[in-house]
């Protein structure tokens, strides 16, 4: 198989990683994509390190397999834990999100004050507010954790009144630290988008890293003379590959991308 | 080693199967234990049937490598889909908790009808109800599933006021059947009891399966000759394993069991 014409490798914990494939698939047209949700160990959030280290070393070496020419690390979580030792140990070029989200908040902040929510694990990581602070020092970073987004948001629950007043609760903090900007440091919580800004209020400007990753993707692949050939194809081909039974993932993953899911299989890698 | 001085082996996908251990260190003083928390791929309740009977096997294969005498399914969800599966394949015995819960419901209520709540795949499985149907076919059941209960025992969120509104929304369509009995059918509702009687009313019996599942554990040993020699030790050794790291777990396990966990190790079985 010609260099080019390898798909790109994208992971996460589950389905909110479909997020960054449709950034992808809009930014880059034509490039085929191999997509990995870890449905069977699904949440990352909550878990240690160690262990989300070596899930996502697991989950590498499935996608090499697969042949890919550039790993996206989809997951907030497994971006802040473990980027920086797997980039340092694999060729194939790996990208988490919390760098283009964290390049996009430093841009779009006025105020120089930026949150960051996200889950337990990447809030403790400080991921974002070292990046912001790499990048930005004068930029102040308040961050917090909402550990029940992601269930609410697998719940369906995405505009209950009790969203609304968890959102509330978890946000509190933020809303007295005059931020104009706020990163949405998880998949799941695009999804969570309205009630987030009902309580924010819409001069908060939220970043999604989905786009912002999609972006630096392009920027990796040109530079590294991996773009696929333009107009080669008018079509990406994306497969999906998860841990725990496809039939679930098939019908979230439709909420995400909007068209059907071709093509979703399990695999027993991990 | 004497056979009747091998430990017990409980597994649970976390923390929520202490429990289990907390009523059978009540029941069988001087038995020793050895628990085993799936923490690194928890939770079960959402995962497939497949995946589920996946992993029990491995936990399973785990505990009898520590030479267990019995083995106890904590988990409801684990209990509910791989118990038919398992019991019939290994030879050491196995017991789930849906069968002592759906007794002990049986037992209690007078109306003859029983409420369920359970995660996802629980409910699903109708376990329950099966079980229930199968001791009193006049016994009506009426089961919801309750997802997000796990995730707020979780968070501590035990007697908030979303909580309770959570509960509210759940429980609605049972409060309407006229219930006068309800199953816990997930280790982590015991920490909801208080937010449940207040949604449910006290008239309503809560049934814990763990309880009832001690009571049998003791049955089965004197039925196998296998309860350990009577004055032999005044106190139980508890050896605690985890797939993810032992901090945490310690850190929970105490509110569960109200004592510090001396001895938990971290094991990369699965």
Redesign the interface.
């Known amino acids: 198989m010609m260099k080019k014409t390898r798909p790109i490798g994208i992971f996460d914990s589950g389905v909110g990683g479909l997020t960054v494939v449709k950034e992808v698939m809009q930014a880059l047209p034509g490039e085929d994509i191999v997509y990995f949700g870890d449905?069977?160990?699904v949440p990352y959030g909550?878990?240690?390190q160690?262990?989300i280290i070596r899930?996502s070393i697991e989950n590498i070496l499935f996608l090499l397999r697969q042949n890919v020419k550039l790993i996206i690390i989809a997951c907030n979580t497994s971006s802040s834990v473990a980027l920086s030792i797997v980039e340092r140990n694999f060729k194939v070029p790996i990208i988490g999100v919390i760098n283009p989200g964290a390049a996009e908040a430093v841009r779009l902040t006025k105020k120089k004050r930026v949150g960051v929510i996200g889950t337990r694990t990447t809030i403790k990581s400080r991921a974002y507010e070292k990046q912001i602070q790499l990048l930005a020092p004068q930029v102040r970073v308040f961050s917090e954790a909402c550990?029940?987004f992601?269930?609410?948001a697998?719940?369906g629950?995405l505009e209950k009144?009790?969203t609304r007043?968890?959102a509330d609760?978890y946000l509190k903090p933020l809303k007295t630290k005059h931020i104009d900007t706020i990163v949405l440091g998880c998949t799941h919580y695009p999804l969570l988008k309205p009630v987030i800004r009902k309580v924010m209020g819409d001069e908060v400007k939220l970043v999604d890293s989905a786009r912002q990753v999609a972006k630096k993707a392009k920027i990796i692949l040109e530079q590294n003379g991996l773009l696929a050939a333009k107009g080669a194809k008018s079509k990406s081909r994306i497969c999906f590959y998860v841990?725990?039974?496809p039939e679930?993932f098939a019908k979230q993953g439709q909420k995400f991308l909007g068209f059907k899911l071709g093509n979703v299989r399990k695999v027993a890698n991990v």
């Open positions: 449905t069977a160990r909550p878990k240690s160690d262990t899930f550990p029940l992601v269930p609410l697998e719940e629950w009144d009790v007043q968890i609760e841990s725990d039974e679930n």
